[in-house]
């Protein structure tokens, strides 16, 4: 019932002890209750029809602490728009309860009502009852509430009659039917943000006791509601939507349940239920459960299922797993981005079909699964980062896992570090700290372009939560505006198109470590991860393009693996080079095209990065140039090169000399030893560095962790500076 607002640094640190090849569990039974996914509207109160309701912006008579949202002296300035008194406002923004509900309910849910600031008429103190360290909840909520009710008529909040759950008739019954308290930061607790209730009191009276306010949460047939309200804490450390967002959780528990069905303790996705930080729009369980969308059944193979915007149509469908557990389902959301509240991802481009895995019909903790078309994967941590002062593991793709972990799981690597994705090693071996756990700079979403196909071959496979794979497939086949047209197939599905193929370094042949390696590719993810792929496919087409140039096959036919040594990959490069497959089967069905592969063409094959200047001539040197440390990444000592052009002076024409210095700094850019400073005339030039202290040139001792470093060459007016990775 409470949303905890842990900190992700909190997350991130958390132990688990399974290893990189297990995957994840879908979800195990935390009670014998069912979800009752066949039941229709709210089970403590109405979702369906109108629901008038009170919020109350609170704060103690004597708080004067900061609150960037909120002044000590007034009231948040959303407070006069958060709800709507009728459906004539019509608001269209975002941090207002009449909209929200308006959209997520296609106008099933008309929630109205009024939003008023109240003082409590006593200091804080005087609600810290017997030494407690924070306020009495359920008095100060009661002291609020009844010098509210001097400026409101309470009768208008009781309109509805609890009499069991998924029950409610739309009569008075004398109890209010809900107060939102908002209290200015956290008051009583630093454990929560929110809460079901108004703090579990005993009941009241209000409006010359003809109304009463019940304190606790949910109710009994025969006994009728136990509450009549909850309880949110304005976190002024957080955003003005992620409070919103929580005043949505907890009436979400009214709406569809006192427990939460899901808890983000491994699986991250959306809906009203989940954290404080995930996106608030409803996921199609939710909508369905709530009655305010009927997902089509995929009952058989539906060969062209045109999908609306999932917010802004009545558009979804869902496929119960045959072979899978009591209440196994898979639901598929069309999401383009048209509301404001499809904020499911932080990729603005992320726009398509998106696939939660819904595990069983029980309360389960990590229960649904976001299928992300960006697949599941092997991931390793080759170091450390500083994100937002924390000290977090930097997760890199190591290699495909069909029974991995996706960027919207909690990872387990190789080295058994695990945590969320909050810092991220791409493809070029740069490290980031930003939002990649919700999708930043990743596709979730089969679409046209990226991944069109979800089959029991492709990555992530179609299969149920105890690993069996189940014979379905979608194909997405064509989008029109925000419309997206797909296909389902519930049998045969080996006799559709083949799924996207990987492309990667060949995994018989991958060398991390040498400067230079000839180019050697394959394709097919049973090379990875040791599971079938498509028993048909037969052909392949293999294209290549430098630079910004066309694409040209350079390969067609039944090999699955490359090498060419006419393209040599050299990280001090010379030109772009992408590559990308597709495959055919015995029907002569093609694939999408593969993710797109980018290496390097050096000016001429190397043997060895040592000889690299064997046979260059000094007196030629036309350039300054800082080359790339190798071995990188290193432990613990690199070399760099770097060369120095000739410099003619114009008025005598003889060779000059220029000062020349080294500097080696970390990612704050404190500078950690200077490896040369002298002058230099035109040559190549090669200094060791050692992460253990000192250098060749001299310096200061001393050890350095595993992390990202920057090393600058400066040389008159002329400024390089290239990035090193070092692993301890």
Known sequence: MKITYLIFLILAANILT????????????????LMDVTQRGGKYITSIGDLKVLVVFAKFKDDTSLNQFW????????????IDPDMQKGSTHFLNLTNYYNQMSFGNFRVTGKAIGVETPFPMSHYIKNNEQYPNRAQANKDIIQVADDSVDYKEFDNWTYISNYQNINQPDGIVDMVIVIWRGLV??????????????????????????????????????????????????????RNFKVVIHEIAHWLINGEHPYNNSNLVFWGMLTLGSEGICANAFEREKLEWLNPTSIGGTILSAPMGDYITTPSAYKYNITNGYLGEVYYFENHQQISIYDNITSNPSDKGIFILHLSNSFYANDCVRVLTSDGFWNWDVPLHTDCWGNDLPAFRKKSINRNGFGNRDKITSSDSTNGFLYSYINDKGEAGCNDWLHGYGFNNSFNTTFNDLF????????????????????????????????????????????????????????????????????????FWDGLPIESDVNWSELQLKIDSGNWSTIYSGANRFWTDSNYVYNIDNQADVSYRVRVRDSQNKWSMWSNIYETRIAKKNLTALDSTFDNKDVNNLSEFRLYQNYPNPFNPDT???????????????????????????????NEITTLVNEEKSSGVYEVNFSAKGGSASGGNAYSLSSGIYFYKLQAGSFVEIKKMILLR
Do not use: H
Request: some cysteine; overall charge neutral.
């Open 455 to 526: 089959s029991p071959w492709s990555n992530p496979p179609a299969k149920t939560c105890n690993g069996q794979s189940t014979d379905f497939l979608m194909e997405v086949l064509n989008q029109s505006g925000s419309f997206v047209t797909v296909r389902f197939i519930t049998q045969n599905a080996i006799g559709c198109k083949p799924s996207k193929p990987p492309l990667s370094k060949d995994p018989r042949n991958m060398d991390y470590q040498n400067q230079t390696v000839i180019t050697r590719l394959a394709w097919g993810a049973d």
């Open 18 to 33: 399974w290893s990189q090849n297990q995957e994840i569990s879908c979800g195990s039974k935390s009670s014998e209750s």
């Open 188 to 241: 009583f607790t630093n454990q929560w943000s929110g809460e079901s209730s108004l703090g579990k009191g005993p009941e009241f009276s209000v409006e010359n006791n003809q109304e009463r306010i019940k304190m606790d949460f949910g109710g009994y047939p025969g006994y009728g509601t136990y509450g009549s309200g909850v309880t949110v804490q304005y976190w002024s450390a957080k955003t003005r939507e």
């Open 71 to 82: 002044p000590a002296d007034s009231y948040p300035s959303e407070m006069n728009d958060f």
């Open 639 to 669: 070399k760099i090169r770097y060369s120095i052009p000739n410099i003619i002076a114009s008025s005598n024409g003889t060779k000059q000399s220029l000062n020349v210095t080294l500097q080696i700094y970390d990612m704050l850019g």
